[in-house]
């Protein structure tokens, strides 16, 4: 099974800090995602990777930034954590193509950010 | 614009008894359909897809799906459900193409009485 795994699963951070979450899987997918998911919003898309050094925005992008340097790890940074920011924060990865399971996301467990 | 909407933020079945949620969607093209379902403190389990071919898709734990192009629709089904199923459920439309995106729904939560 492939399996995603984000390293934090609970943070607390103060307001101003720098902030990593990291996200790793293991199974060669070539896309990886960030969501953020809040109650009744559903999941909104922050920013996704095409391949290692590839990023595209998503739909909240602001306050974000991402890092792909290798393929299996997908970072996502908070520069300057604000209270807004205070979230579940889900990563994803997608095999592309034509093969068995191509186009469909799994999730890692989540890392949950409260900023203080 | 692209949209999925999920009519039901909240839902409550007695177990045993059948379930339906709603998820209707927004999207130019062809679309790829999912139900994804996240326990509590987990991350989303894919549930089943519709990507073509015939409408009715069965998926893991005894649900299905009906994708009913006319109506914009892909209903989530179960006939009995069981207490394990108290999670929260989300729909999903995606291109499906290389590089595609998907959009999802504000999601369910399903409770479930004894």
């Known amino acids: 099974d492939v399996k995603v795994t984000q390293s934090s699963r609970y943070l607390v951070k103060r307001t101003g800090e720098k902030v990593f979450l990291e996200c790793v899987q293991d199974m060669d997918h070539e896309n990886m995602f960030w969501y953020r998911q809040d109650p009744g919003l559903g999941l909104r898309l922050i920013y996704f990777s095409y391949d290692v050094k590839m990023k595209e925005k998503g739909d909240i992008p602001e306050g974000y930034s991402v890092s792909r340097e290798k393929k299996e790890r997908f970072s996502l940074i908070l520069e300057s954590a604000s209270t807004n920011q205070t979230s579940m924060y889900l990563c994803a990865s997608r095999r592309t193509g034509g093969v068995p399971g191509a186009n469909v996301l799994t999730f890692g467990a989540g890392s949950r950010l409260t900023v203080l | 614009a692209q949209s999925v909407t999920q009519p039901d933020i909240h839902i409550t079945v007695s177990e045993g008894a059948s379930l339906e949620l709603r998820c209707n969607y927004s999207?130019?093209?062809?679309?790829?359909l999912f139900w994804y379902v996240q326990s509590p403190g987990q991350g989303l389990q894919l549930l089943l897809k519709y990507f073509s071919g015939d409408t009715l898709v069965q998926g893991i734990k005894g649900f299905e799906a009906e994708f009913k192009r006319s109506q914009s629709s892909f209903n989530l089904r179960k006939p009995s459900v069981h207490w394990s199923d108290a999670a929260e459920y989300f729909c999903?439309?995606?291109?499906?193409?290389?590089?595609?995106?998907?959009?999802f729904g504000q999601g369910t939560e399903l409770s479930v009485k004894p």
């Open positions: 999207y130019g093209a062809t679309p790829y």
């Open positions: 999903a439309v995606g291109a499906g193409n290389q590089g595609g995106k998907l959009i």
